[in-house]
């Protein structure tokens, strides 16, 4: 049996950047799943990568520590991590541990492509 | 229910239908879940090291406007763990692992936490006030 309930589609929107659909659960299991989604999500000129959480069923402290190690290589390569979709319930937990100020979030998907798009 | 990888989602699964009669705000809910999920799986994988013959228990009581959930591991005997406060920016830098946020999560969900010990059980007891938010 295994642990893996999550599936991450990748979105190449343009050159610049790249959406990463989560549908399920972030947790430990989640990591081969989200780090090989954000290789997939890599062209020469990505900058932005957005993270959807809008099919998110589940996250905890390991989904949280798996952002943090997505966000260090996302900084490695001089690149920015966008969210969008959260409930307010994971929105609140972004603040708490305060990952809002390095992944920044937006409440759609039109948002966070319109502010990638302007910079 | 046995220390096995992924029965937190079962433990937050049977909290939560033990308590939907409590017409608990969905904020509130969220919480408890949460608090449930981080403390089962810190029972089953610190404390009873995922050993499938090494239960976790869980109990809730309600007394009117304050809710009880403990969470026993067979950890009793073992010493505390120093618990590092988990800083985002000593993690970017490489100065502290991703990975250490159970505890951090816990406390700022509940309204108490408690910690008990004997010479074979570890518990914790998770506080939520739900009665204000009930009337």
């Given at each position: 049996?295994?642990?893996?309930?999550?599936?991450?589609?990748?979105?190449?929107?343009?050159?610049?950047?790249?959406?990463?659909?989560i549908?399920?659960?972030v947790?430990?299991?989640?990591?081969?799943?989200?780090?090989?989604?954000?290789?997939?999500?890599?062209?020469?000129?990505?900058?932005?990568?957005l993270l959807n959480f809008e099919?998110l069923?589940y996250m905890?402290?390991?989904g949280i520590?798996?952002l943090?190690?997505?966000?260090?290589?996302?900084?490695?390569?001089?690149?920015?991590l966008f969210a969008f979709g959260l409930s307010e319930h994971y929105k609140q937990i972004f603040e708490l541990t305060r990952l809002n100020e390095a992944i920044i979030i937006f409440d759609n998907e039109?948002e966070a492509?319109?502010?990638?798009?302007?910079? | 229910?046995?220390?096995?990888?992924?029965?937190?989602?079962?433990?937050?699964?049977?909290?939560?239908?033990?308590?939907?009669?409590?017409?608990?705000?969905i904020s509130k809910?969220d919480r408890?879940k949460t608090?449930?999920?981080?403390?089962?799986?810190?029972?089953?994988?610190?404390?009873?090291?995922?050993?499938?013959?090494?239960?976790?228990?869980?109990?809730?009581?309600?007394?009117?406007?304050?809710?009880?959930?403990?969470?026993?591991?067979?950890?009793?005997?073992?010493?505390?763990?120093?618990?590092?406060?988990?800083?985002l920016?000593?993690?970017?830098?490489?100065?502290?692992?991703?990975?250490?946020w159970?505890?951090?999560l816990?406390?700022n969900m509940?309204?108490?936490?408690?910690?008990?010990?004997?010479?074979?059980?570890?518990?914790?007891?998770?506080?939520?006030?739900?009665?204000?938010?009930?009337?």
């Amino acid at each position: 049996m295994t642990l893996e309930n999550v599936n991450i589609g990748v979105r190449k929107i343009n050159e610049y950047l790249s959406i990463l659909d989560i549908q399920g659960e972030v947790n430990s299991y989640a990591e081969s799943a989200l780090m090989n989604a954000y290789t997939q999500s890599l062209g020469n000129l990505t900058q932005y990568i957005l993270l959807n959480f809008e099919g998110l069923k589940y996250m905890n402290s390991s989904g949280i520590g798996l952002l943090v190690t997505l966000l260090i290589r996302v900084q490695r390569q001089k690149q920015k991590l966008f969210a969008f979709g959260l409930s307010e319930h994971y929105k609140q937990i972004f603040e708490l541990t305060r990952l809002n100020e390095a992944i920044i979030i937006f409440d759609n998907e039109s948002e966070a492509v319109a502010a990638a798009s302007q910079n | 229910m046995e220390s096995k990888p992924g029965n937190e989602l079962m433990a937050i699964q049977r909290v939560e239908d033990a308590i939907g009669n409590l017409s608990i705000p969905i904020s509130k809910l969220d919480r408890i879940k949460t608090a449930v999920g981080e403390a089962t799986t810190n029972a089953m994988e610190h404390g009873n090291r995922y050993q499938l013959d090494m239960p976790v228990e869980v109990s809730i009581y309600t007394s009117g406007a304050s809710l009880s959930i403990f969470v026993t591991d067979q950890s009793g005997d073992q010493p505390i763990p120093v618990h590092v406060e988990p800083d985002l920016e000593a993690k970017l830098a490489g100065q502290q692992s991703p990975r250490g946020w159970g505890l951090f999560l816990i406390e700022n969900m509940v309204d108490e936490l408690h910690v008990y010990r004997d010479k074979k059980h570890h518990t914790v007891e998770l506080v939520f006030r739900i009665g204000e938010e009930n009337q």
